[in-house]
């Protein structure tokens, strides 16, 4: 481990480390914390994309090829990791970001599915948690359909299998599920399954699995699976579900196992690809382990799950580290169905820096939020202006996910704004789709912070506003009650949604009603003011 130490420029700020802890950020001269993987951290701050990096607005970078950990103190900066170095790559944001992602994640060229972009995304998870069944996914999915929306990708979310880590249908509540594919087909879906590495402890698959005898009638010896601790037992990880084994992507007969099941649903059933959750690296922390934890890192077993999911043409992940660059596409973690604490407006921020730190294929959570405890509370009522603004946030997000059914919750304007949200998305899906190819050629965010775009200008902590590409400036409404918007407006003559032209370089003001996505078209040439 290697340590350096070092003093803030005038005005300088930094960014990275885990797109989860993004609405603290930027980091600046006041700034007292100490972040770290490998910190002991009780609240879990570290689950979603992370990658062993920090960026300044002053075109400096620090990276490490394991986990960093760095103290900000006042204006003091002291890290230390493997291989740690600090780079002087250029004068901006911009600079420093395009140099470390030559350097360190250069972007691979792989296509993306286009229809993860052009229409709108539909998960089971806030209708029906841990309890969806054949005939709930199916009512889903033809209300989807019937209230005017596009079908698109369906992920049928945890509740569909027997036990973790035995990837079969459970046949009492999806009886044929041959039958349901095919009719999700029918109707134009995409169909995928929510999947995890761990494995439930009891039962005969767990047994097979954990496995290590040798039969003297057979003369066979079974292979043994799972992540194990030096002496060679099975390592037990405790994650949100409970306790269970880990598949260790880094043997090869762990990814043949699992592998091996996957393939079966898709050639069986016509399953078309998987949600890849879990993995984080809160949960394989040493802290986390129930018995000693296995020989291979957090980082080491997170990266490999990576990468055995991605090779599947559709697939989602939500806890990735160390993996920028790569053509995946990465959730936004689970979000409250709230306006302020883990809730809409932590939205923005955390799909910027999650852009940063090299994750471009921005899927935020799903509209209303994500956060299942909501479901848990007999009173619960939506509130349908943050469901809205919710919709209207990602509706210019490279991806859209809904889960609650609007028209189950919503009031006829609620359901008709949302609609319109989609409907939005879907127009500018193949700008979107352009945007995910230039990415790949280029590395340049989708999503871009307006201190990236525009450095220097005192953007610096504008978090509620973003980029899309070079030419849209998208500002959602993101607290209760607001009608009117203020605006960071940068140089250049920018279109409003209303058709009115302003000049840039300034603040401004615009009306933004509920049923209003605030957002400006740049336009090049001269304009009339």
């Known amino acids: ?48 994309q992370s990658a062993p990096l920090y960026l300044s607005s002053k075109g400096r970078y620090l990276w490490s090829d394991s986990p960093i950990e760095i103290t900000f103190d006042e204006g003091r900066i002291t890290a230390s990791g493997e291989n740690i170095r600090l780079v002087e790559a250029g004068s901006c944001l911009r600079e420093a970001y395009l140099a470390a992602m030559r350097a360190h994640f250069p972007f691979e060229q792989k296509p993306l599915p286009e229809k993860f972009f052009t229409t709108a ?9 841990y309890n969806p069944t054949q005939k709930s996914v199916l009512a889903y999915a033809h209300a989807i359909v019937d209230n005017g929306y596009e079908p698109g ?8 299998s027997v036990h973790y880590g035995n990837w079969e249908f459970d046949f009492t509540k999806f009886p044929d599920p041959k039958g349901m594919m095919d009719e999700l087909h029918a109707l134009g879906f995409t169909v995928m399954l929510w999947v995890v590495p761990y494995v439930t402890l009891d039962g005969r698959h767990y047994l097979e699995l954990a496995a290590r005898y040798v039969s003297e009638l057979q003369g066979k010896t079974y292979e043994r699976k799972l992540a194990r601790r030096p002496n060679g037992e099975v390592a037990i990880v405790r994650w949100w579900n409970g306790m269970s084994g880990l598949y260790d992507m880094n043997e090869q007969a762990d990814r043949d196992c699992m592998d091996a099941q996957l393939q079966r649903l898709m ?12 993995g984080n690296l809160c949960s394989l922390t040493e802290d986390r382990w129930v018995t000693e934890p296995p020989t ?58 999650q852009s940063l730190l090299g994750y471009p294929y921005v899927c935020p959570d799903m509209v209303g939020g994500g956060e299942w405890i909501f479901n848990l509370d007999p009173d619960f009522r939506a509130d349908e202006e943050l469901f ?22 919503l009031g006829a304007e609620g359901q008709r704004l949302c609609l ?23 590395g340049e965010p989708i999503l871009r912070c307006l201190e990236y775009a525009y450095p220097h200008s005192g953007y610096e902590r ?51 009603p509920l049923n209003v996505l605030p957002y400006f078209e740049r336009e090049s040439g001269e304009g009339t003011f």
Not at 15 to 32: E, F, H, I, M
Not at 153 to 160: H, P, S
Not at 420 to 442: D, N, P
């Open 420 to 442: 319109a949200a989609a409907k939005l998305h879907a127009e500018f899906g193949e700008r979107i789709v352009k945007l995910v190819g230039e990415t790949q050629k280029t």
């Open 267 to 278: 050639q069986e059933y016509g399953v078309d690809g998987f949600k890849f959750d879990g």
């Open 388 to 409: 809205v603004r919710m919709a209207q946030c990602s509706a210019l997000f490279p991806m859209i996910q809904f889960s609650w059914a609007p028209w189950r919750l």
């Open 121 to 129: 995304q539909y998960n089971t998870w806030m209708e029906f948690t």
């Open 1 to 48: 481990m290697k340590q350096i130490a070092f003093q803030m420029q005038e005005n300088e700020v930094w960014w990275g480390g885990s797109a989860s802890l993004a609405a603290c950020q930027p980091y600046d001269n006041a700034t007292k914390i100490t972040l770290g993987i490998n910190v002991v951290d009780t609240e879990c701050r570290y689950f979603n």
């Open 153 to 160: 990708v369906l992920i049928i979310d945890e509740g569909w």
């Open 296 to 353: 291979q890192s957090a980082e080491v077993l997170n990266k490999a799950w990576n990468d055995f999911g991605a090779k599947y043409e559709y697939h989602e992940y939500k806890d990735t580290y160390g993996r920028g660059g790569r053509a995946v596409i990465q959730r936004i973690r689970d979000k409250n169905h709230a306006w302020g604490e883990n809730g809409l407006q932590q939205l923005i921020p955390a799909a910027l820096l």
């Open 462 to 512: 504008v978090n509620d506003q973003f980029l899309l590409g070079e030419d849209l400036l998208v500002c959602p409404v993101v607290v209760q009650g607001q009608t009117k918007r203020k605006v960071k407006l940068p140089v250049g003559n920018w279109r409003y949604v209303d058709g009115t032209l302003y000049e840039g370089g300034r603040e401004i003001e615009v009306d933004a």
